[in-house]
């Protein structure tokens, strides 16, 4: 079978990226992210009720830019917050679509990336994908338990940047990722971190227990989350605004723009100066944290994503847990030619993709 163009779609809380990648993933035809209304966006009740909007929208854009939809071969979309979904690839059946839109999973707009593949491939009788969801971890059991019965931790990270840059740097290196022990750690308005052994992520530093970043509060004391959860001024959709959204720098600052930030503490402003360095430290300890399950034996740390475009960061973050291993900066990240890498393996049957 002849492969064509693959369409890939990353949704973020208030942008849709989108690409269409071609001739066998060589060329992208083109990208484009879609900026959509914040106030638009806060009118949904959940995540899954903006399918039909934001499908409207890349569909909309795809003819603008006089893309012909009979060129594809398949759609692939960001993987979203489903408990029991494996690292690697999944075709989109309905099962999966819907479990993707149920109100039972953390709400995080990764979980439309499936949900817009299905619906843009599946009237076209193309396949959707899904590629490296942000829960598809493989915790070791050791991991799981978090000190409460019943609750086991799941991880949520940023997983498909995280292999993509694993796999970068090794080839840099001349090395295979699943041969290597890796710490990676993805920093943009969200920061997790994993722990890679045999390829696989065997531990985060997760969406809800990591560092705090731009928006996020990262883990915070128990007791001083429980006090916030029943003082009677915060409801449950303030606490998941402080979980993700107004929580971390923008919680302290009023911005989640690490320029702003730094632009601050040049002019002398030594709050920002406190705030900047405690994101830098919980995130190194989170490295020294993942480090312990990789027993010490850490080939490489990988700083990653939009923030570590930032020296002064990177920097601070080298002086707190340099002395665990060699830190490679990999700024900026490779989502979308993930995705789209994942597709075509799956097309041409070099990676059976699983079943939901
Ligand atoms: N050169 C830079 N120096 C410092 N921070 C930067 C730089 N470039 C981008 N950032 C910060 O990176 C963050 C966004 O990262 P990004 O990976 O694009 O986020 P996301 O994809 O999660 O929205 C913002 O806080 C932005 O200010
Ligand atoms: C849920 C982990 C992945 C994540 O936080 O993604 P974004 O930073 O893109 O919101």
Same mark, same amino acid.
């Given at each position: 079978?002849?492969?064509?163009?693959?369409?890939?779609?990353?949704?973020?809380?208030?942008?849709?990226?989108?690409?269409?990648?071609?001739?066998?993933?060589?060329?992208?035809?083109?990208?484009?992210?879609?900026?959509?209304?914040?106030?638009?966006?806060?009118?949904?009740?959940?995540?899954?009720?903006?399918?039909?909007?934001? *499908?409207?929208?890349?569909?909309?854009?795809?003819?603008?830019?006089?893309?012909?939809?009979?060129?594809?071969?398949?759609?692939?979309?960001?993987?979203?917050?489903?408990?029991?979904?494996?690292?690697?690839?999944?075709?989109?059946?309905?099962?999966?679509?819907?479990?993707?839109?149920?109100?039972?999973?953390?709400?995080?707009?990764?979980?439309?990336?499936?949900?817009?593949?299905?619906?843009?491939?599946?009237?076209?009788?193309?396949?959707?994908?899904?590629?490296?969801?942000?829960?598809?971890?493989?915790?070791?059991?050791?991991?799981?338990?978090?000190?409460?019965?019943?609750?086991?931790?799941?991880?949520?990270?940023?997983?498909?940047?995280?292999?993509?840059?694993a796999i970068k740097y090794a080839a840099s290196v001349g090395r295979d990722y699943r041969d290597m022990q890796l710490i990676?750690?993805?920093?943009?308005?969200?920061?997790?971190?994993?722990?890679?052994?045999?390829?696989?992520?065997?531990?985060?530093?997760?969406?809800?227990?990591?560092?705090?970043?731009?928006?996020?509060?990262?883990?915070?004391?128990?007791?001083?989350?429980?006090?916030?959860?029943?003082?009677?001024?915060?409801?449950?959709?303030?606490?998941?605004?402080?979980?993700?959204?107004?929580?971390?720098?923008?919680?302290?600052?009023?911005?989640?723009?690490?320029?702003?930030?730094?632009?601050r503490i040049e002019s002398g402003d030594e709050y920002a100066k406190l705030v900047y360095e405690a994101m830098a430290l919980?995130?190194?300890?989170?490295?020294?944290?993942?480090?312990?399950?990789?027993?010490?034996?850490?080939?490489?740390?990988?700083?990653?994503?939009?923030?570590?475009?930032?020296?002064?960061?990177?920097?601070?973050?080298?002086?707190?847990?340099?002395?665990?291993?060699?830190?490679?900066?990999?700024?900026?990240?490779?989502?979308?030619?993930?995705?789209?890498?994942?597709?075509? *393996?799956?097309?041409?049957?070099?990676?059976?993709?699983?079943?939901?």
């Open positions: 079978m002849e492969i064509k163009d693959i369409l890939v779609i990353n949704p973020g809380s208030t942008t849709t990226k989108i690409a269409v990648y071609t001739n066998q993933n060589k060329d992208v035809l083109f990208e484009e992210t879609i900026v959509h209304d914040e106030n638009k966006i806060l009118s949904f009740p959940n995540v899954a009720s903006q399918r039909e909007y934001r *499908r409207e929208m890349i569909l909309q854009m795809l003819q603008e830019d006089g893309y012909d939809l009979s060129n594809l071969s398949a759609v692939v979309g960001r993987g979203g917050m489903v408990y029991d979904l494996a690292g690697g690839g999944y075709k989109v059946n309905k099962k999966l679509c819907d479990k993707l839109a149920s109100s039972t999973i953390p709400q995080h707009a990764s979980s439309l990336g499936g949900i817009l593949a299905y619906m843009i491939a599946e009237p076209l009788n193309l396949p959707a994908y899904i590629y490296d969801s942000t829960m598809g971890c493989d915790l070791l059991d050791v991991v799981k338990l978090t000190g409460i019965a019943g609750a086991e931790k799941y991880g949520a990270t940023h997983l498909l940047n995280s292999r993509a840059q990676v750690c993805h920093m943009g308005g969200g920061i997790t971190a994993n722990a890679w052994r045999d390829g696989k992520v065997i531990d985060t530093a997760a969406y809800d227990d990591g560092p705090m970043a731009p928006e996020r509060s990262g883990g915070v004391p128990l007791l001083l989350f429980k006090k916030l959860c029943f003082d009677g001024r915060h409801t449950e959709k303030d606490m998941e605004d402080l979980i993700s959204g107004k929580g971390g720098l923008y919680s302290y600052l009023g911005t989640k723009d690490c320029l702003e930030v730094e632009k919980q995130v190194a300890k989170s490295v020294a944290g993942l480090s312990c399950v990789l027993k010490g034996k850490v080939d490489v740390i990988i700083l990653t994503g939009g923030i570590a475009r930032s020296k002064m960061l990177t920097d601070m973050i080298a002086e707190y847990c340099g002395h665990i291993g060699k830190i490679e900066v990999m700024a900026g990240e490779g989502e979308m030619e993930a995705l789209a890498g994942g597709a075509l *393996r799956m097309l041409q049957g070099e990676e059976i993709a699983k079943e939901y």
